[in-house]
């Protein structure tokens, strides 16, 4: 059995958008998701850049199908980026 893997992937496009390709393997197992994105995508960055991360509002970023009233109807993609730990992922903790 080989060790999991994730490899995320932002293809951008001359008109500001672009394409998340998002794989996951683990096994036998693997699966393949893509989703375009416009303006969305900044307001994820920056919350990705906040540090420390929200463990109860994570920066998600979901992408797919919407029905021209800004309701998502099918779901493609969806990136959720939580904290690993109480320190927000930080290994090391100064006294």
Not at 35 to 47: D, T, V, Y
Not at 63 to 86: E, N
Request: with cysteine; aromatic share 12%; proline share 6%.
């Amino acid at each position: 059995m080989s060790a999991a893997e994730l490899h995320i992937v932002y293809e951008p496009d001359e008109d500001g958008t672009g394409k998340i390709v998002a794989t996951a393997k683990t096994g036998a197992f693997a699966a393949q998701g893509e989703a375009w994105f416009g303006r969305n995508l900044e307001s994820f960055l920056g919350r990705l850049r906040a540090y420390p991360l929200s463990s109860q509002t994570p920066p998600t970023i979901d992408g797919g199908y919407w029905d021209g009233k800004g309701v998502l109807v099918q779901w493609l993609i969806r990136i959720t980026i939580k904290p690993y730990d109480l320190a927000a992922g930080c290994s090391y903790m100064p006294s």
